[in-house]
């Protein structure tokens, strides 16, 4: 079965110039989706993307990742959003292109935020008046 | 038709009935408008959202030996010092010194006047830096010190303008990108941003003034306050539908209470990139069913309820009047606006959420006895229009 994973990589300094990138679709046939990526060598670097592919080669993929000492972290992906500092005004929800950001409740016209729908594009960041969006990098 | 004294009687007792002005549609329609009018006294409404003309008188206390302050910063955001010798008032609009505003267009805006006033309500330290030319009397010629609300001896909130009645919807035409007070809004008419309460807001479900006067109670950010005058550009000629509701801005209050009893949450430092700072208050504000016709404005209800959408880029700078067209707040708030063909994608500045918040918390007072209603001593003009600024060449 075909899956997707949206994951965050944290390269350390000495890895930032292996193509892993090329590994993980040559050699475990997955396709790769780059949401935002900061690789410089020298420095610590960083790529959110997901992964679609069967779960063992995704599983494998990773395997191969980490062996390159690569920090793979699937629960902060990058993106957060601050529900104490959300005064769930919806400024965000024309800014946002997938509904990541979204109305959970109708009625009372909560906001809410799915992970799973971000696709990095900071336009949250840069409009939300009350700084509730931030990233990590 | 009841009185004041008989709905504060009751509020005392514990006894008054009290719904939101959202429970009160679904009411009326039920119970019919004379069975509700008997039935409740009080309908609570409620906003939340960016108010720029707000600001709060501080008074510092006497530092030894004295100074007359002339100048002074809070988290170097200057204040307006032209009053008594350690009165200051701080404003939410006012930037920090130092801020390259948009020098680097589009600017980040990130500390001002709001955010200060924010970190004052949390019972935050902050700095003051104050400047003097010193007299006989006031030797002190400078000052810098830390403190927070409670080292001061009056923090007073003081708002020209709160509460617009209704507001324009924003959109932008152009083919650039432009950064208001309403946002960021994209080009060619992508999306574009209301900013009001609808059916919840305190001056749409009384149109016309007819219980929120001068002197009227109201919450403001957790503390019971009033109005102390009509709002600044208060124009209640605006064009309105057959309810009376207008589908402009229209009418403001002028909003006062103590900041030290203030909530953190209901006061907020605001950030508009490209635009500048201020601070979003949240208010309530009771509405006494003294008779049906008050009872009945109080039924209105979003799709009821129109706002005009005006071009940011062009139309609402150089004031031409144009609309491009008017929507109401039930499809605003479904996200179901179609302008020239084109589905353009909605946004609010006002939080309903907060606003519903609110209403309730202001509902629970009231039933509790804890916020008993005020007579307004004056009602606010009816019949007013609003000047431009004219430029003169001479004198």
């Not at chain 1, 809410?112 to 990590?136: M, R, T």
């Not at chain 2, 006894?15 to 002005?21: Q, R």
Request: proline share 4%; net charge negative.
């Amino acid at each position: 079965m075909t899956i997707t994973k949206k994951v965050l990589l944290l390269f350390p300094k000495s890895e930032t110039e292996k193509p892993i990138v090329y590994h993980l679709v040559k050699d475990y046939d997955l396709i790769v989706n780059i949401f935002r990526a900061k690789v410089t060598p020298e420095e610590y670097g960083y790529l959110v993307l997901d992964l679609t592919g069967s779960e063992e080669n995704i599983r494998n993929g990773l395997d191969f990742v980490k062996s390159f000492h690569v920090e793979i972290n699937e629960a902060d992906r990058g993106i957060r959003w601050d529900e104490k500092k959300c005064i769930q005004c919806g400024n965000c929800l024309s800014h946002c292109p997938t509904e990541a950001l979204y109305i959970s409740d109708p009625e009372t016209r909560k906001i809410d935020y799915n992970e799973d729908k971000c696709v990095q594009c900071l336009s949250c960041i840069e409009n939300c008046p009350y700084g509730a969006c931030s990233s990590i990098f | 038709m009841k009185t004041y004294e008989e709905i504060n009687r009751k509020i005392e007792k514990g006894t008054a009935v009290v719904l939101t002005a959202d429970e009160i549609i679904d009411y009326v329609d039920k119970k019919g408008l004379d069975k509700a009018a008997e039935e409740v006294d009080v309908v609570t409404t409620a906003t939340f959202g960016p108010m720029c003309s707000s600001g709060c008188f501080l008074n510092f206390g006497h530092s030894k030996p004295k100074i007359r302050i002339t100048e002074a910063w809070i988290d170097d955001v200057l204040c307006y010092s032209g009053i008594a010798a350690v009165d200051v008032y701080l404003g939410a609009t006012q930037l920090r010194h130092n801020d390259p505003a948009n020098m680097y267009y589009p600017g980040e805006f990130i500390s001002g006047g709001g955010h200060v006033i924010e970190k004052l309500v949390k019972g935050e330290k902050c700095q003051l830096f104050a400047l003097s030319y010193g007299t006989d009397d006031y030797p002190r010629k400078e000052i810098r010190t830390w403190f927070d609300i409670n080292d001061l001896n009056q923090a007073i909130m003081v708002n020209p303008r709160n509460c617009y009645q209704n507001y324009n919807v924003a959109i932008n035409c152009s083919d650039k990108t432009v950064y208001t007070y309403l946002g960021i809004l994209k080009p060619n008419m992508e999306n574009l941003t209301y900013s009001s309460a609808g059916q919840l807001s305190p001056l749409l479900n009384d149109p016309l003034y007819e219980t929120i006067g001068i002197g009227s109670s109201v919450w403001l950010a957790g503390s019971r306050g009033h109005v102390h005058a009509e709002g600044t550009q208060h124009c209640p000629t605006a064009e309105r539908t057959a309810n009376d509701v207008p589908v402009e801005g229209a009418g403001t209050l002028g909003l006062t209470a103590d900041m030290k009893k203030m909530k953190g949450e209901y006061v907020r430092g605001v950030s508009l990139k490209g635009y500048g700072v201020s601070l979003s208050l949240g208010v309530g504000i009771p509405i006494p069913v003294l008779n049906r016709e008050i009872l009945k404005r109080t039924t209105v209800r979003n799709r009821e309820i129109e706002a005009c959408v005006i071009d940011y880029s062009h139309d609402y700078q150089n004031k031409t009047g144009n609309v491009i067209a008017k929507v109401n707040y039930e499809d605003l708030m479904k996200n179901n606006v179609t302008i020239s063909g084109k589905k353009v994608e909605v946004s609010s500045m006002s939080s309903y959420s907060k606003a519903l918040e609110i209403a309730e918390i202001l509902k629970d007072e009231i039933k509790r006895g804890d916020f008993p209603l005020a007579v307004p001593g004056q009602r606010l003009p009816v019949s007013q229009g609003m000047k431009g600024l004219e430029i003169r060449r001479e004198k």
